[in-house]
C-alpha cells in the first residue's frame, strides 16, 4: 500500500484486484474527476477495496442530496 507521502505509481500496465490504483483510472471506473480521485487516495491510499466503497460512498452522498 502506498502511504500518503510516496508517489503513486505511473505505469499503464494492466492491474489485479491486490495492485493500487492509479488516479485514472479510479475516476473513470467511478465516474470521479481526476482531482476528485487525487482526493479520496490521498485521504484513503490507493487500496483498490478501500477507494471503490470510498468512492461508492461519495456517489450515494450525491445522488441522496
Do not use: C, F, W
Not at 491510499?45 to 452522498?61: F, I, K, V
Amino acid at each position: 500500500m502506498v502511504r500518503h507521502n510516496e508517489a503513486i505509481p505511473a505505469d499503464d500496465r494492466q492491474v489485479t484486484g491486490d495492485e493500487p490504483y492509479k488516479v485514472q483510472e479510479l475516476a473513470k471506473r467511478h465516474g470521479l474527476t481526476t482531482e476528485e480521485a487525487r482526493d479520496l487516495m490521498k485521504e484513503y491510499g490507493t487500496d483498490r477495496n478501500t477507494l471503490d466503497r470510498a468512492a461508492e460512498q461519495m456517489h450515494r452522498s450525491v445522488v441522496a442530496r
